[in-house]
């Protein structure tokens, strides 16, 4: 996703966050998203990040998880 990203860097308008598989909350999948988040800053991408998942428990807890991945 990262060798993606940074090809596509000038046309990403905004990241659309899902764990994979099963589309829920950062730490659910095989995504390494704090990566993933390391990555995209220091390529200089500054645009919206957002989680597009679904809850696989709480609510709260899957808020709290993406924050934790996406906080530098």
């Known amino acids: 996703m990262i060798r ?3 090809a596509c860097l000038p046309w990403i ?4 966050v899902a764990d994979n598989p099963g ?3 950062p730490g659910t ?4 998203w704090p990566m993933i ?3 995209l800053h220091n390529m ?3 645009g ?5 998942a679904f809850a696989k428990n709480d609510p709260e807890d899957a808020l709290h998880a993406f924050r934790s991945a996406f906080t530098l």
């Open 13 to 16: 308008g905004e990241v659309q």
């Open 23 to 25: 589309r829920c909350e």
């Open 4 to 6: 993606h990203a940074e």
């Open 44 to 46: 200089g991408y500054t």
């Open 48 to 52: 919206p990040v957002g989680m597009e």
């Open 37 to 39: 988040a390391r990555a």
């Open 29 to 32: 999948g095989e995504m390494n």
